[in-house]
């Protein structure tokens, strides 16, 4: 690919909804909820489509082989008796696509229907039907309870799972549902809660009166701010729109735009001056290489089914990872080595001036060295200017953020998608909120292309899913943030040394200086000569050089990077051996344990990566002074 991929537009639905049972409520007018159902997916449909047709510069079309093929709107569900099955069979119905999350193995779960039965509701029929309709369904390891008499008890936890699992694949949730507080784990005001609680609009069927369904809107940009408005029927176009458009059309941010629009006309980097310049600079001062030019990631081991994961995970997200991530080093390298190189000529410019002074040139002789220092001078000007125009800096922030939530995203799919809601803390709200910029729009789009695996959570399942985690990720983040914690320190360290260096033999310059003006006139200084040109220029270029030193350790962070990683190293490493003592025996919610264990990961990652935004948000590439 020349650019950056687009990804096919996906928007994706979430249902859930009360069971019919006489014995917790009245029973539902089943043909009026289905109308309500089919006119809400339909309505979606249309504004989905709407927009794929129209912004091709958002959005690419399907990929021949990929998930939701032709399909622009997609609902998830868990196929159980009532909502569920309505909500899906209205969306085959309309060529919506369709994927299905199992709480428990389909053999296992069949025995819902077949309870349900004696209550006068036998839908595993439809069930079959609708299983056979899906283009994934995802077997979760559900706790199958039996009582003495060999019956399957209700187990709360394991609809609970199923539940969350759709909200991760869900941009919007229906909910058909009494209102009524969660009466136990996994109930449909729970999953409701946790909807709004994560920012995911909520289409309220209400269970007795479909026809006034409304929509619950939570401040879904801004997890900090838990405010939940309420919209008629009429408002669900706008929410549609609001969920596939990128922040900065809805904010009317026109730079946040160029931004976007920058990115995906991005080409492959190529090397140059500047990034050699870096690497040279790292190699020679700290004796290392820069650990973002080394691959981030180990190999997955090999257990059952880890080819399967990784093709996964790695169909989805590697190609974009791979391109944000490679963009990211390359303006990296640009913006840390023009740094390095207006810091460096800085100190020429003042070697040039003093020169011809110290080497006593007159006249005309003295032009070539002026002249010197004037491109010296300029050149740093250009340099400067070129970077800020060409936004190096902040290309090299907004595509190393967009990297690090792919690389977190990529892991996660095959546990079921959708990375933690991470919000920012109140000292960094003047950087901007990361939940309103392009990078996370694309990073939700593309985990919307990427939908469900299509799995049976078993124990190899479970073993190679994990040791993606901790083989892969972990291993690979932990020995990258060792390597940065070396090259950083020992940065620190030798241009901490340089510049203390400097400074003391321009000390040593200076007292030679003033000694050589107590003795000028003295036999000896007319037996050496005046040195008192190149003492001058020695008292001026050494803690211009010092200078120059200090400016690459502050621009560069080294003892704040340097100590970072040290932390990220030990954290990463508690986290690896968490992860690795999570049980893949199947049948106990060990994708949940293994999912949670997951979500620790995902956040220190996350808040991480925002932490350092804000260190090298206010480093951008200035005239030195």
């Known amino acids: 690919m020349s650019h950056p991929p687009l990804v096919p537009l996906v928007l994706r639905i979430g249902i859930t909804g009360h069971r019919p049972d006489p014995a917790k409520r009245p029973g539902p007018d089943g043909a009026a909820i289905r109308a309500v159902l089919g006119g809400v997916l339909e309505t979606v449909r249309h504004v989905a489509e709407r927009i794929a047709r129209a912004r091709t510069d ?36 309309l060529g919506i696509d369709l994927q299905c999350v199992l709480p428990f193995p389909r053999e296992a779960y069949k025995e819902d229907f077949r309870q349900s039965a004696g209550q006068g509701h036998c839908d595993e029929e ?22 003495e008499e060999g019956d399957r008890l209700p187990d709360g936890d394991s609809y609970r799972a199923a539940g969350s699992t759709i909200l991760r694949q869900s941009d919007l949730l229906i909910a058909v549902w009494d209102g009524e507080p969660a009466r136990g784990t996994g109930g449909t005001g729970e999953i409701v809660d946790e909807a709004l609680a994560r920012g995911i609009p909520v289409a309220w069927i209400p269970w007795e009166r479909p026809e006034g369904w409304r929509l619950l809107l939570p401040a879904w940009r801004d997890p900090a701010a838990p405010v939940v408005s309420e919209a ?41 001056a500047l990034r050699w310049c870096w690497g040279v600079f790292t190699r020679v001062a700290a004796a290392g290489s820069d650990p973002e030019a080394a691959p981030r990631a180990g190999g997955t081991a090999a257990h059952s089914g880890a080819d399967a994961v990784q093709a996964f995970a790695d169909r989805s997200f590697l190609c974009h990872y791979r391109w944000a991530n490679d963009l990211s080093i390359h303006y990296g390298h640009l913006h840390r080595g023009s740094a390095l190189v207006v810091a460096a000529l ?19 002789s003295r032009s ?43 892991c996660a799919s095959p546990l079921g998608g959708g990375s933690p809601l991470v919000g920012h803390a109140g000292h960094q709200a003047s950087y901007g909120n990361p939940l309103r910029t392009w990078m996370h729009w694309h990073c939700r789009a593309i985990e919307g292309a990427a939908g469900l695996p299509r799995a049976i959570v078993e124990g190899g399942y479970l073993e190679a899913c994990r040791a993606l985690w901790v083989e892969d990720l972990l ?16 940065l620190d360290r030798r241009l901490h040394r340089a510049g203390d260096a400097l400074f003391g033999l321009t000390l040593v310059a200076c007292l030679l200086h003033l000694a050589h003006l107590r003795l000028e006139g003295s036999t000896i200084t007319a037996r050496m000569g005046d040195p008192s040109g190149w003492l001058t220029l020695l008292c001026a270029f050494l803690p211009a050089a010092g200078a120059a030193a200090a400016a690459v350790r502050g621009f560069a962070e080294t003892q704040r990077v340097a100590q970072r990683s040290k932390a990220m190293r030990d954290a990463l490493a508690r986290l690896q051996a968490d992860l690795s003592s999570v049980p893949v ?41």
């Open 58 to 93: 958002l959005y690419a079309p399907p990929v021949a082989g990929g998930p939701a093929l032709d399909c622009h709107v997609r609902l998830v569900s868990a196929l159980a008796s009532g909502p569920d099955q309505w909500a899906a069979s209205e969306a085959v119905s």
């Open 126 to 147: 439809e069930f079959a039907a609708l299983l056979g309709a899906a283009s994934a369904v995802f077997e979760l390891d559900g706790r199958v309870v039996r009582s």
């Open 232 to 272: 008629g029927p009429a408002d669900l176009p706008r929410v549609a729109e609001a969920l596939l458009l990128p922040p900065d059309e809805i904010d009317g941010d026109a730079a946040a735009g160029r931004e976007r629009l920058e990115y995906f006309l991005e080409r492959r980097p190529r090397s140059n």
């Open 346 to 364: 800085a100190a020429a410019a003042v070697f040039l001036a003093l020169y011809s002074i110290a080497a006593g040139l007159e006249g005309g």
């Open 368 to 410: 070539p060295w002026i002249l010197a220092e004037l491109i010296v001078i300029l050149a740093i000007m250009v340099l400067a200017r070129l970077g800020r125009r060409r936004r190096w800096h902040q290309r090299w922030i907004d595509y190393r953020m967009l990297a690090e939530r792919l690389r977190v995203a990529r």
């Open 475 to 490: 291993e690979g983040q932990r020995r990258y943030h060792e390597r940065t914690a070396s090259l950083f320190s020992a």
């Open 585 to 625: 025996t199947c049948g106990a919610l060990n994708l949940q344990r293994l999912r949670a264990c997951a979500d620790r990961v995902s956040d220190l990652m996350i808040r991480e990566t925002l932490d350092w935004r804000v260190v090298f948000q206010d480093r951008p590439l200035n005239l030195p002074g």
